[in-house]
């Protein structure tokens, strides 16, 4: 289970509210996987702008591991939170909190790792100092580490599934974009006859190792399986069976 680390006062909190469109559902109404992804990082990156952080260099996402309680459903209103709850030497860790606007429940929570590239070259630099006087003690109080970093092989039960990376799925760094990855998800989800719906309450972490792109785009695979009675989906973007992102979620009962 993920846990989840409130903010102190001293901390930077960073809120965005909006409503469930039907872009962001599925055919039952539920908010989709991928469109939840799409909410954790447009309040990040918000918050980036806000802070006047952009200019430090480009943020990239490295790990994402998210809880979902239970889905909104469309036309719900919802409230994205975000704050720094932990360091390295090239990285933050950002909590997000997706809640009910109007009882304040909170739906989905997600501990994030973004990494800090140079503009110019894409390597991870050094994080300034001066962010940590922007969003306050608590992520220097816990620090955090990138694991991982090894490169991962594909699994022998990995199965192909038919997969387009198309070139308006990149984002302005000629990547992929983040939340993306998590529409193949949802593919197999339907695919492969799993139900979820707004009750549904499931993990995912999502591990991004090396970049996709429409040039040098990846293989999809997936692998289903049990664990402790839970569902598990796998989903991995491979090229030469080197995995270079993937997905991991858990249905939990």
Excluded at 87 to 98: L, P, Y
Excluded at 187 to 194: A, D, H, K
Aim: glycine share 4%; hydrophobic share 40%.
């Amino acid at each position: 289970m993920i846990e989840i680390i409130e903010p102190l006062n001293t901390s930077r909190q960073f809120e965005l509210n909006r409503r469930v469109a039907l872009s962001d559902t599925d055919p039952s109404g539920r908010l989709r996987i991928d469109a939840c992804a799409r909410y954790l990082q447009d309040v990040a990156a918000f918050d980036a702008i806000d802070a006047d952080i952009s200019q430090m260099g480009n943020w990239v996402l490295r790990q994402n591991n998210i809880l979902f309680s239970s889905l909104p459903s469309y036309g719900q209103e919802v409230r994205s939170k975000t704050y720094l709850t932990g360091s390295g030497r090239a990285w933050v860790e950002r909590t997000s909190i997706i809640s009910d606007l109007e009882s304040g429940k909170r739906l989905i929570a997600a501990r994030a790792l973004w990494v800090l590239t140079s503009l110019t070259s894409g390597a991870p630099i050094s994080v300034p100092g001066s962010l940590y006087k922007i969003y306050g003690p608590l992520a220097l109080q816990h620090r955090v580490s990138i694991r991982d970093a090894k490169r991962e092989m594909l699994p022998e039960a990995a199965k192909p599934m038919a997969w387009q990376i198309r070139y308006s799925d990149q984002d302005i760094l000629s990547h992929l974009n983040n939340a993306t990855y998590l529409e193949a998800l949802e593919e197999v989800i339907y695919r492969q006859g799993i139900k979820l719906d707004k009750l549904s309450r499931m993990t995912c972490q999502i591990v991004y190792r090396e970049s996709t792109s429409w040039e040098d785009p990846s293989e999809i695979y997936f692998v289903l399986s049990e664990e402790d009675g839970n569902s598990c989906v796998s989903v991995y973007f491979a090229k030469s069976n080197i995995v270079r992102t993937s997905i991991n979620l858990r249905v939990l009962n």
